[in-house]
Antibody, heavy 119, light 103 residues
Framework: QVQLVQSGAEVKKPGASVKVSCKAS????????ISWVRQAPGQGLEWMGWISAYNGNTNYAQKLQGRVTMTTDTSTSTAYMELRSLRSDDTAVYYCARRMGVAGRFDYWGQGTLVTVSS | DIQLTQSPSFLSASVGDRVTITCRAS??????LAWYQQKPGKAPKLLIY???TLQSGVPSRFSGSGSGTEFTLTISSLQPEDFATYYCQQLNSFGGGTKVEIK
């Protein structure tokens, strides 16, 4: 069965970086893209960006351009999301999700990783 | 980017009620719309894609309709496990969410 398993919770200071991993199993990793979505406490869902696991092409949300980098390691079927220059408003649960279809629906999700930014 | 506006943002309903949630797109998106259900502390779950196609394993009381700029998610008979927050999504955009609570 398809599974996306994310790395554990992180606590970071403002200005630091965080790298969250998302290990995929149960399907051919390079046949789908991976998107990252975050959710601040008590807020809605925010799309952060997408990476093709086939060729590494990326598309990032404009507001995060320059601070976020998404990568994949096809040898381990793992996707990564690194966010730099962390601020308190980056505190959120970060999800990876498998993207499929023309409209880019997200059919499988990771369990989420809480990133807390606090001094 | 396309903006998605959901209404209402909150609704109170009883078990057995018929519930309808609306999602409006800032420009036409054909039928490229998905709906998700999210319960507290859990990842979102895909309910419907391509505006009206039920994801495998989702109960038939959920249905979706619409195309262009206006879409609806309908729950025909609300069950206790349906109390949750619902989001629409198209490519890089999510709606603001609709929280369905028990009356």
């Amino acid at each position: 069965q398809v599974q996306l398993v994310q790395s554990g919770a992180e606590v970071k200071k403002p200005g630091a970086s965080v790298k969250v991993s998302c290990k995929a199993s149960g399907y051919t990793f390079t046949s789908y893209g991976i998107s990252w979505v975050r959710q601040a406490p008590g807020q809605g869902l925010e799309w952060m960006g997408w990476i093709s696991a086939y060729n590494g092409n990326t598309n990032y949300a404009q507001k995060l351009q320059g601070r976020v980098t998404m990568t994949t390691d096809t040898s381990t079927s793992t996707a990564y999301m690194e966010l730099r220059s962390l601020r308190s408003d980056d505190t959120a649960v970060y999800y990876c999700a498998r993207r499929m279809g023309v409209a880019g629906r997200f059919d499988y999700w990771g369990q989420g990783t809480l990133v807390t930014v606090s001094s | 980017d396309i903006q998605l506006t959901q209404s209402p943002s909150f609704l109170s309903a009883s078990v057995g009620d018929r519930v309808t949630i609306t999602c409006r797109a800032s420009q036409g998106i054909s039928s490229y719309l998905a709906w998700y259900q999210q319960k507290p502390g859990k990842a979102p779950k895909l309910l419907i894609y391509a505006a009206s196609t039920l994801q495998s394993g989702v109960p038939s009381r959920f249905s979706g309709s619409g195309s262009g700029t206006e879409f609806t998610l309908t729950i025909s008979s609300l069950q206790p496990e349906d109390f949750a927050t619902y989001y629409c999504q198209q490519l890089n955009s999510f709606g603001g969410g609709t929280k369905v609570e028990i009356k």
